[in-house]
């Protein structure tokens, strides 16, 4: 059973990849309804007289309007058509991120699916409202279907739908449930080349192992590792050395100990008080 959030996202990215299928579904359609255009109107251009330049409202076998400056504006239509389907692709994609986070934020990862539903509504309605061919119809209408997917996602999810069906934020949330540890040791405490390693000096080369970025080597606890410490700003207290309690305090001057030892004379040379012995009697009970 996976949870939530799997299901979430594999749903949007299946979402996601249907969306860059109609659009390249689009971009091949919108470049083969650019050249049908163009080879209509020379065509019509060679063969039409002046009669039928002033009866037809489009140009047969072409999406191009009989009017002033109907060519150039259907060719226009056609390449923004084109530049906005790539432009959203590389969103869809997320590529460039920053690009579109500095420059386009309404298709930046801090915003959700509404907006793009809503440029490819808008780009599906302008090609269906044109009479065009099979292929560029089922295109389009596969695009627009697309799109009013895409603004719904947007409303239920809001913000969170990028976040939610992006690889990477998959990862870190993946790597973030796993248990992280630490090694909080000085540099010089570390192991390098196995247990000897650590108790022992380093100083043959096969003890010398990467850790890290860079190339460090054991000096143990002996005498080299107080030095190595030192160098790098650890002070290494020494212990105070104790004594039993039943034992004497250490003489700490000459005078101390000779008082300590005439003390210790003075006990020897002072006879021991006897205890009275006493003896049991007949009579007792």
Known sequence: MLPARAYFFIGLNAVRALSIISMLLVFASSIFVLVTDIEAVNHFMKNASDSDMVNCDYIEGSTVPNQPAGVFWAVVNRLLIIFQV???IMSEIGWPAVFFDKFFPVLGSSFGLGALGIFQC???????????DDFTLVAAFFLFA???????????????????RSIRSWKEEAKGILPTTRDLRPQFTKPEGG??????GGSSASEKTRVGDDHTTGFGFGRQGEKRAG??????????????RYAPPPPRSESSHSRYS????????????????????????
Do not use: D
């Open 122 to 132: 808008l780009i599906g309605a302008t090609i269906l409202s044109h009479h065009v």
């Open 195 to 200: 247990v000897s390693s650590f108790f022992t």
């Open 231 to 244: 160098l790098k700003g650890f002070l290494i207290s020494k212990p105070v050395e104790t004594l039993p």
């Open 86 to 88: 790539i432009a959203l």
């Open 262 to 285: 005439e003390s210790v004379s003075s006990r020897s040379s002072t006879p021991e008080p006897k205890h009275p012995r006493f003896k049991s009697s007949t009579t007792a009970i």
């Open 146 to 164: 697309i799109g009013c997917l895409n603004i719904l996602l947007g409303l239920i999810f809001r913000e969170r739908a990028k976040s939610k």
